[in-house]
């Protein structure tokens, strides 16, 4: 078979979800940095969401499978702490179907736009800290549901 | 033999960078199940998770610099006390729910005003760790901040715990400020800036908050010192470690 081509490689790795929030890939998520051929060895770029995120091990390990079971024999996996990763690189689609599964995505204002679930602006925070590192508590005062917000860095 | 000494203060600095990190990290998940709220117990286990995986980061560099092919898990897991180069404040058992909130408000403070001068580290693997920290530290000293104040402007009861978290614990505070000649070579390498030039711009910020809470900051300057240098540690830190390295202590070598 011949060398798939990066954008090949794209699409691949946007077909693996993210282990804790399964509705988005680690494309969406805005972790792969970056994807290059060196002759036959691919190398791919990952930098970590949160330093201690227990996840991280998991998305390493989703990513050589993935990216074994499509072929690749010669694959190196880079971590990259700089630029820090930011909330900013989370993709519209991401961004939408976290919405839509009931996580509001972050906002430049550093709270939910709206409820997930019911769209209502009468917003009011539980925790800083969610189920996961990425994830603040919210609740509605209007639907009266606790939701996810996925927290701004 | 220059080069030798620079590295050799370059693994001095990060052990004490990440056996902080480690410690606390240790000692904040110590909460996980008991915390006063569910809101709390979670936000206690994420800051722990910051921690632990800030000391990757920290002794992961540090066993590179070292050289000696050693990894994030051997320096955790297979040195004792001795080798130990935290601040004896993280190490110092729990207490109540309040103490361990002031406890990381102290550290949470300390840490904020030093990654951000690390961010600008001439060292850049420094810089980036730091930089990567500096995120989620903003998060933690946000928090610890709120709950000293929330606690210590709060009811009788929990403004005379508060009060007596501060008293306990400010003579552990004046030893993250504290140099030797290792802070001295990193200052002359232009890697981390001396501890001392933290200070104002950490009172700064303590004065703010303990104002808010209401609490008074302790007047005596008298501490304790030992940690960072490894002189001698608290005997708490020994007990911390029997159950921290428990696993490699009963199966040595064991992996997962």
């Given at each position: ?26 494309v ?6 970056d ?28 990513i ?47 709270e ?42 | ?10 693994f ?14 240790h ?34 560099l ?10 994030a ?22 207490g ?28 850049k ?75 104002e ?33 608290t ?22």
């Amino acid at each position: 078979m011949g060398q798939p081509s990066v954008d090949t490689i794209w699409d691949w790795l946007d077909q693996v979800p993210d282990p804790e929030i399964p509705v988005i890939s680690l494309v969406d998520l805005g972790i792969i940095r970056d994807v290059q051929w060196e002759g036959d060895m691919l190398n791919v770029t990952v930098t970590p969401t949160y330093s201690g995120c227990p996840a991280t091990t998991i998305i390493n390990l989703d990513i050589q499978t993935a990216l074994r079971e499509h072929g690749i024999e010669k694959l190196t996996l880079h971590r990259q702490l700089s630029p820090a990763w930011t909330t900013d690189w989370l993709t519209d689609k991401g961004k939408a179907a976290l919405e839509k599964f009931g996580i509001a995505p972050p906002s430049a204002k550093g709270e939910p736009e709206r409820c997930p679930n019911c769209g209502g602006h009468d917003l009011e925070r539980t925790s800083q800290f969610g189920s996961t590192p990425c994830k603040a508590l919210w609740r509605c005062r209007d639907c009266l549901e606790p939701f996810d917000y996925f927290k701004c860095i | 033999m220059a080069g030798k000494t620079n590295d050799d203060a370059l693994f001095q600095f990060l052990l004490r960078m990440g056996d902080n990190s480690l410690i606390l990290g240790h000692r904040v998940s110590e909460w996980c199940g008991l915390s006063p709220v569910l809101e709390e117990d979670i936000a206690l286990a994420n800051t722990a998770l910051d921690l632990i995986g800030q000391t990757q980061f920290w002794l992961g560099l540090a066993g590179e610099v070292e050289g000696k092919g050693r990894t994030a898990d051997d320096l955790a897991f297979l040195r004792d006390a001795w080798d130990f180069r935290n601040v004896l404040m993280v190490e110092l058992p729990n207490g109540d729910f309040g103490q361990t909130m002031m406890r990381q408000f102290l550290y949470d403070a300390w840490s904020q005003v030093m990654v951000g001068r690390l961010i600008k580290s001439g060292d850049k693997r420094i810089a980036d760790i730091a930089e990567k920290a500096s995120k989620e530290v903003a998060y933690h000293v946000e928090r610890s901040a709120d709950t000293v104040v929330g606690l210590g402007d709060g009811s009788e009861e929990s403004h005379a715990r508060m009060q007596a978290a501060i008293d306990y614990l400010w003579p552990y505070v004046g030893e993250m400020f504290d140099g030797d000649e290792v802070d001295a070579a990193m200052v002359a390498a232009g890697i981390a800036p001396d501890p001392a030039s933290l200070r104002e711009e950490y009172d700064a910020l303590v004065n703010k908050v303990l104002s808010e809470a209401t609490l008074k900051v302790p007047t005596d300057v008298f501490h304790h010192k030992g940690g960072r240098t490894g002189y001698m540690h608290t005997e708490h830190l020994g007990h911390l470690l029997t159950s921290m390295q428990w696993l490699q202590r009963a199966y040595p070598g064991a992996t997962w």
